[in-house]
C-alpha cells in the first residue's frame, strides 16, 4: 500500500538542494495519494491546505541545514510524521549536488534514491505488520434468484451470527462483513471506521457502512485492538460491494482473548447454514 | 462539430439507474438540445449501424448509476471518445441519508440530485463543445 | 428451485417512450403483479459481463421485452445465454408511432402512459403465467 502523505518541500532556490526537495514531491504526489503543500502559499494563507495537514501524515522535505520546511512546519503548529534533508541524503549516498539551479542527472539520481527510501519504509513497515491473507480465495455460493452469496472455505476464517468475518492469523485479524451485507445493502457509498488504536470488545461496534437503503454498525467479532483499516475504502466503499472478502476488507487487529472469543463464533459450516437461512428470509429486491 | 452524446446506462434495477436515464433525458432535452444528443445504449452495443456511426469516434460523456460502469464501458467498446465519465452514485455520495426513491419513481430529492447532476454535465458539454470549436 | 422463476429482460430505449413504457411495464410486474416469480434482468449490465444476469438467464426461462422491432433485448439474450422462452415487442401492442414518439421523462407522465404501462404489463404477465404453467 503506497502511504498518503501531505509533502511540505522547503522548494528553495538558494541551492540545488531546494529543487531537488521539490521534485521528490511532485514524484510522491504523480505516484500515489500524496499531496503537496505549497510552502509559500501555506505561509501567507494556510486555509488551503489546514485539511491536508490534519488528514494526512505530515512529510517534511528540507533542502539543506537551514530547515525552512521544518520552521514552518513548527510555526503553524504541524506534527511532522517524517522529514527529510535533501543535503544529508546526498551526503549519505556520495552524491555531489551542482552549484546552479538546474536539476541534472545527480540531482535526479538522488530525488529517485529519497522516493525509493521513503516507499522501502513504508514496504518494511506494510510487511511486519500486515495478516498473512491468501493470495486467493475458494468459495461455496448459494444462489437466490439471480443473486449469489459466496462464503470463503479456508481455515482461518471465523463468522459471527452479525455477519461479519474474522480472518485469524497467529495473534492478528483482518475483519470484514460477508456478502449477505453487501447485497442487502446495495451499492455501498459511506464507510466510516473505527479509529486506529481503539481498544473494542468482542460484539462492539467497529464502524459502520451506509447505502442509501440502510446503515449497517459493524459488529466486531473479536476482541483487540484496532491496528489498521482499509484506506481504499474511504475513497472507493463500493470495493465492499465487489467483494468483501478479498478488497473489501474493513480493519485489521491484534487480538487480545481470541480462545474466549471463539467459543461465540461460527465456522464455515455453521455459518453457511445462517447465510442459507437470512438469504431466504430476506428476499433482495430494488 | 456534431452534437456531444450523452449517454445513459438506464440501468432497470435502481433508483441509479432511472436517475441516470432522467439526467440524460434533461441535459439532451432541456438544458442543452442545441449541443447534445442522446443514443441509445441498447442499439450501440446490439450493433445498430445508424448508433455506431453516432457513436464511433465521436465526443462523448457517460452517466451510470452505479460502479458497474456498462456505459462507460459499452461506449468504449463501441469507439466512442469519453471525455467524462459520470456515475450517480458519486453525486448521491454528497447526499448522506437521502432516500433517491426506486427505480420505478424518484423522490423530491431523488429529483433535486436528478437536477444537479444534470447542470453539472450541461456545464461539462459546453466546455467541451468550446474546445470543440477551438480545436476546429 | 423452490418457486419457479422466471426472468425478464427488458429493453430501456433511450430515444423513445416504448424504453420508458417497456421498463416500467417490466418494473411493475416484478415488484406488484407477480413478485415472488418474476426477477428483473439489467440489460446494460447484461451487455457489459454481468455474471449474475447471463447465469441466470442460461438456467432460467427468460423473457424478452422489447419497444422496437430492432429487439435489443432479444438478441442480446440469444448472444449471451441462448435462446428465449418468450418475447414481446410494444410496437405490436400499442402501435408503432406511440412506442417510437419521443420519450417523455417520468416527471411528466401522464394517465393515458399508465395505461400503456398496465396493458404491456398485462401481455408480459400472460407470458409469465404461460410459462408457470408448464
Known sequence: MNKEYAVLPCNGLDKCAGCVS????????????SEIICPVLFH????????????????????????????LAAEKNLKIAEKINVTEEAKANHITLGKGLQMGEEEMKLAKIIVDKLTQVQKAADTEDAIAFPASLTYEVYKKDKFV???????????????????????KARIGVTDFVQKSLSDIMFFTPPAIGNQIEQFEDAGNIESAKAVFEIISPVSGTILAINEKLMEAPELINQNPYEQGWIAEMELSDFESDKELLLTFDGYFEVLKRKVDEFHVKH | MSSIKVIACSGIGKAMGLMAREVVLQVTDKLSPDTTETVCLAHVVTG???AAKKVEGCTCITVDGCPAMCAAKSVEHAGGIVKAKYRVIDEMRNHKGVDAGTGTALTEDGWKIVDELAGKISEKAA???KEGQSNG | MDEKQVGVLSCSGEECLGG??????TRKVMET?????VVTLCLPLYIAGGDEERDFAKEYPVIAVDACDKCCAKRATIKYSGAVKDSLVLSDILGEDVVLSKIVS????????????DKAAEEICKKVDKILAE
Not at chain 1, 521539490?22 to 495519494?33: D, F, G, Q, R, T
Open chain 1, 22 to 33: 521539490k521534485e521528490v514531491a511532485v514524484i510522491l504526489s504523480e505516484n500515489s495519494e
Open chain 1, 44 to 71: 501567507t494563507s494556510d486555509a488551503r491546505y489546514n485539511k491536508i495537514a490534519q488528514e494526512k501524515p505530515l512529510l517534511v522535505i528540507d533542502g539543506c541545514a537551514t530547515r525552512c520546511a521544518s520552521k
Open chain 1, 149 to 171: 452469496f459466496r462464503l470463503p472455505k479456508e481455515e482461518g476464517f471465523y463468522f459471527s451470527e452479525n455477519d461479519v468475518w474474522a480472518y485469524v492469523v497467529g495473534n
Open chain 2, 48 to 50: 445498430d449501424e445508424e
Open chain 2, 127 to 129: 466546455e467541451l463543445t
Open chain 3, 20 to 25: 420508458t413504457i417497456a421498463r416500467l411495464a
Open chain 3, 33 to 37: 403483479l407477480r413478485p415472488d416469480n
Open chain 3, 106 to 117: 417520468a416527471r411528466d407522465l401522464k394517465e393515458e402512459h399508465y395505461k400503456m404501462v
